[in-house]
């Protein structure tokens, strides 16, 4: 079965970390771009990340610039979301996708609140 797990999403305070993982099965992971999107209740998808196949090359949102590290173990055919300095403003539903968005996750609930 295709898939895409993500994980690692919870509640955490202003200024906190999270790091989000997105475990990749049934495709050849390896081969893909891979995404990070997010979307919060009543608004549309906002591009957070992404990282090519071979992890050399990686893109941010300006929202997340210097706050976010994507990265990835294509040993492990995981994606990763390192979330430092997180805002409120971070509150959202997290999602990997590949880079052509054939596949998506189930996403995984941030929310940054004191």
């Known amino acids: 079965e295709v898939q895409l797990v993500e994980s690692g999403g919870g509640l955490v305070q202003p200024g906190g970390s999270l790091r989000l993982s997105c475990a990749a099965s049934g495709f050849g992971f390896s081969s893909h771009g891979m995404t990070w999107v997010r979307q919060a209740p009543g608004k549309g998808l906002e591009w957070v990340s992404y990282?090519?196949?071979?992890?050399?090359?990686?893109y941010y949102g300006d929202s997340v610039k210097g706050r976010f590290t994507i990265s990835r173990d294509n040993a492990k055919n995981t994606l990763y979301l390192q979330m430092n300095s997180l805002k409120t403003e971070d509150t959202d539903m997290y999602y990997c996708a590949t880079a052509g968005g054939y596949v998506w996750g189930q996403g995984t609930q941030v929310t940054v609140s004191s």
């Open positions: 990282i090519n196949s071979d992890g050399n090359s990686t």
